[in-house]
């Protein structure tokens, strides 16, 4: 019986030894293995090396601290869509107190300057205004408008596109300052093929990118939407 316990003993040094031997001939092993600091269990004498147990300790903290920056972005991204919530909201109930489409239009355009960080707006509407006193409204192109045809992938589609203006469309949108504009959105307007866009440009080349999420944009194209449809001519 004190044979195989020898034996036993003998064989768990000789693994022992051989794992030191190792780990000494490979380094970096716990550089490729980072996860197993977590679990190791080391005792810590005192002396002037840094230990193993300092290295873990200097692992989690690196975790933690990735950790808290992960939290207090997740914070952030939910204050600012708190935020971006309740401007919508008040933009809603401003656009449904106007009482004329003249308003709509310049409150809109000052919202998104001002509340939403905007610096171009713009609506065209391929459609007849219901008023006869809405007729000299520049928005106002006409069901047969020639340019129509520039915005028919968003109108198709009857979901916003975000990225790069075409030159065609800046100078349809934005003919004053097309130079300026870096990146913008185009939100569709009305139900089916629509009966216009809604244009938001940046300066910021980056602003606005194919990438991005479009859930806000898609609220606000059917909030504006609902508010033009009783001022749209119905063919």
């Known amino acids: ?20 031997a190792y780990l000494r001939e490979h380094p ?5 293995h980072a996860q197993l600091l977590e ?20 692992v989690l903290r690196d975790q933690v601290h990735d950790m808290r920056r992960r939290m207090q972005s997740l914070a952030n991204n939910a204050r600012d869509n708190e ?25 809109l355009y000052q919202a998104m300057c001002d509340d939403f960080k905007a ?6 509407l391929f459609a007849q205004p ?14 047969s408008a020639g340019e129509k045809a520039l915005f028919s992938q ?3 589609s009857s979901k916003p596109i975000c990225g790069h203006f075409k030159a065609d469309q800046l100078a349809c949108l934005f003919p004053d300052q097309a130079n300026e504009v870096g990146s913008g959105a185009l939100l569709p307007l009305g139900r089916k093929a629509g009966f216009g866009v809604l244009a938001i440009g940046s300066r910021d080349p980056q602003r606005f990118h194919p990438g991005m999420g479009t ?3 898609r609220q606000l194209g059917e909030i504006v939407s609902r508010i033009l449809i009783p001022h749209i001519a119905v063919a």
């Not at 679990?39 to 200097?58: M, N, T």
């Not at 107190?97 to 239009?105: A, N, S």
């Not at 007729?135 to 106002?140: A, D, Q």
């Open 1 to 20: 019986m004190s044979g195989e316990k020898h034996r036993s003993v003998s064989t768990s040094m000789e693994e022992e030894e051989s794992i030191a």
């Open 28 to 32: 970096d092993f716990f550089d490729r």
């Open 39 to 58: 679990d190791l269990v080391i005792p810590h004498s005192c002396g002037g090396a840094v230990s193993l147990v300092e290295y873990q300790v200097s």
């Open 83 to 107: 935020a971006l919530s309740q401007r919508l909201h008040q933009l809603t109930l401003t656009l449904v107190e106007c009482t004329r489409l003249d308003e709509v239009f310049s409150y």
């Open 119 to 124: 610096d171009f707006a713009a609506i065209r």
């Open 130 to 143: 219901a008023s006869e006193a809405d007729r000299g409204l520049g928005e106002f192109l006409g069901e």
């Open 154 to 156: 968003v109108l198709a």
């Open 215 to 217: 859930l806000f944009l």
